[in-house]
């Protein structure tokens, strides 16, 4: 007989790791765009050093890091899509677990199905 801590909801089952998988991917995401934007922003301080910048992105490292990016953004958003459908829709509830596999073989097929051009492309540096 297993026996759940009283106090817990998710503990260790499909929805907490849905919740923690939704958080991870939002936090890459945003240290993602805040990157981002200082570099961006540096081409108007001084373009030479946003060249040199840009430059030093173009490894495997940080191809490999966007392959990541690219799954974290379908993953967060797929994810929030099923969070509004188990909010706003009255079988949400129900369907939530079925729902999180659905997300997870989306965004893993579709990075799967983006990873051989892009890795065409990185390994071209």
């Given at each position: 007989?297993?026996?759940v ?40 301080v ?55 596999w ?18 065409d ?5």
């Amino acid at each position: 007989m297993s026996v759940v801590p009283a106090g817990t909801l998710y503990r260790g089952k499909v929805g907490m790791w849905s919740w923690v998988l939704h958080r991870v991917s939002g936090v890459a995401i945003f240290f993602f765009l805040l990157v981002h934007v200082l570099d961006t922003a540096l081409v108007r301080v001084s373009p030479e050093a946003y060249d040199i910048v840009i430059q030093s992105y173009k490894t495997p490292i940080i191809g490999l890091a966007e392959l990541g990016l690219v799954g974290a953004i379908l993953f967060h958003g797929l994810n929030g899509v099923r969070i509004i459908l188990v909010d706003f829709w009255s079988k949400g509830t129900r369907y939530q677990n079925v729902m999180f596999w659905i997300v997870l073989v989306l965004a893993i097929g579709i990075t799967a199905y983006f990873t051989p051009g892009h890795l065409d492309r990185i390994l071209e540096f």
